[in-house]
């Protein structure tokens, strides 16, 4: 973390000098979330089910995406009351999920004291131009990305974690995999770059040169990179952390999963021993189905595509 | 790295550690142990505990992280090595997994049982709870520890036999948050975020102090 802790976030300092609300706060919860999986949960029951596997968060969302997909029509911040239920049952933190640029939602999220907010495109987007200025919040935020120019463009608005966005509620990672390899290549190649060759990385990205200049530097996001989107499997969780990313989340692949417990605890398994062919074999074993996949090119809305 | 250059101690050299790497922030104690000179290993099974003198249980999600123990079948093989003396350093999760109760946890959470102390997980409340403070901590030189406090625990009972090194005020009772026993130390925020690197020389001071005790008895 290169970013000064006295950053443009709306932290406060008690009369005992605590400060909370911190760029270094609100990073730090995702450092510790690092090789986790967090599970889309609808009810405290799933969100039972999700802890006693191993989860390290979870989002509390009305419907999957699956079925937000399925379903259609508006799709909008959960009831409190679910996020509450949900909070009441376990002891992991708890993210919750506001449109894009919907930024009272995110303010309902904040006073219920979510651990995490996802700025996510699998609920409707509220505005189509701007994002929420997350600067202006204590709570963190978790933002998708399909590019290093869009992961940027999110850290610049106040973005403490990125994930890449996949392709939501298809059980099926080829998107993962494709904005994982983009945003992860990308800054590789930045990294190589040279002082004039930035300017022109920072046109390109649309990116703020000061971030382009990080990542130059460092060689990676100044906030951890999860990924999300389309992992049903362990096999699948494995990929993307060998791919790079360095936590994951799971949406419908659990629960639309046949034995969702035991699928939970296998992406669990999967995702700390990512290296580890021999237990990949041991919790793959006589899994039963996964959540049923859909093709991409068959698909009437792309989520990705949403946000900008 | 917020301290600038760290001090390598002279012991570090040659010392060769272990870090749990099954989840969490472990690629910053690996980061600040390399830099104080000594070699890492990341630990995920039994096999990886051979060859280590030390032990750093990292932050992250003390759940996930007890869970993962007992399916990578490290909890025997670490209480036995930690009970035969093997120094450990534990940071926020890493402290609830050294320490020998779990307050408010589940119930079939694993305890290393390495610090007689009780725990209690969040115990600052959610993560708009987290914090960073200026900590003074007995026996550091120099400055306050800069901690930072992410969801984290504090001790609510302290063992015979345990020193209390740092404290912090919560809602008016003073709560341990630095604790030593013998040559296990645990602490309830991250050092290894803020980049000091005090507590970490400790815990390298009594690797180098068992190893050469181990050494000079293999000798005699």
């Known amino acids: ?308 | 790295m917020s301290t600038g250059a760290l001090r390598r101690p002279e012991t570090a050299g040659g010392l060769r550690v272990g870090v749990l790497a099954l989840q969490g922030d472990v690629r910053e104690h690996v980061a600040m142990l390399g830099a104080l000179g000594c070699t890492v290993d990341e630990v995920r099974g039994p096999a990886d505990l051979a060859g280590v003198a030390g032990i750093v249980l990292p932050g992250g999600e003390s759940t996930t992280l007890s869970m993962l123990l007992g399916s990578a079948e490290l909890v025997e093989p670490l209480r036995e090595r930690l009970r035969a003396g093997m120094p450990a350093l534990g940071t926020c999760a890493g402290m609830i997994l050294l320490a020998t109760e779990v307050l408010d946890g589940r119930s079939d959470q694993q305890v290393l049982g390495a610090i007689d102390l009780g725990v209690r997980r969040n115990a600052f409340g959610r993560q708009l709870d987290s914090f960073e403070a200026d900590l003074a901590v007995a026996g550091l030189d120099g400055a306050p520890m800069h901690a930072v406090f992410i969801r984290a625990p504090v001790v609510e009972r302290v063992g015979v036999g345990v020193d209390v090194l740092a404290s912090v005020d919560l809602a008016g009772a003073s709560r341990p948050v630095v604790c030593r026993s013998g040559t296990v130390t645990v602490a309830s925020f991250h050092p290894e975020v803020s980049g000091d690197p005090r507590l970490h020389e400790i815990f390298l001071r009594d690797v180098a102090a068992v190893s050469a005790t181990r050494t000079a008895y293999q000798h005699a």
């Open chain 1, 1 to 308: 973390m290169t970013t000064d802790a006295s950053s443009r976030a709306d932290s406060t300092t008690d009369e005992q000098g605590r400060t909370t609300g911190t760029l270094r706060v609100k990073r730090g919860l995702a450092e510790m979330l690092r090789g986790g999986v967090i599970m889309d949960v609808v009810n405290a029951h799933q969100a039972k089910v999700a802890e006693d596997a191993g989860a390290v968060a979870v989002m509390a969302l009305e419907r999957v995406p699956a079925d937000i997909r399925r379903d259609g029509g508006v799709a909008r911040m959960s009831d409190p009351a679910l996020v509450e239920g949900i909070q009441s049952v376990v002891t992991i933190p708890v993210m919750a999920k506001a449109r894009i640029g919907h930024f009272a939602e995110a303010q309902v999220l904040e006073a219920l004291r979510v651990d995490y907010v996802d700025e996510s495109e699998v609920l409707t987007p509220a505005d189509e131009e701007h994002h929420i200025d997350k600067w202006a919040f204590r709570v963190p935020f978790v933002c998708g990305a399909t590019n290093l120019g869009e992961a940027l463009r999110r850290i610049s608005e106040g973005a403490a974690m990125i994930r890449s966005k996949g392709e939501a509620g298809t059980g099926n990672v080829v998107e993962a995999v494709r904005h994982l390899r983009t945003i992860l290549g990308d800054i590789r190649a930045l990294a190589t770059s040279d002082s004039a060759e930035r300017y022109a990385w920072a046109k390109r990205l649309q990116a703020p040169i000061d971030l382009v200049e990080e990542v130059a530097r460092t060689a990676s996001l100044p906030v951890p990179l999860f990924c999300a989107g389309g992992i049903a499997t362990p096999s699948d969780a494995a990929l993307v952390m060998q791919l790079g990313a360095e936590a994951v989340f799971v949406g419908s692949g659990i629960f639309k999963s046949a034995d969702p417990p035991r699928f939970a605890r296998a992406i669990v398994e999967a995702t700390a021993h990512f290296r580890d062919p021999e237990i990949l074999v041991k919790v793959s074993r006589g899994l039963g189905d996964a959540m049923p996949g859909a093709e991409i090119s068959t698909l009437a809305t792309k989520l990705a595509d949403r946000g900008w």
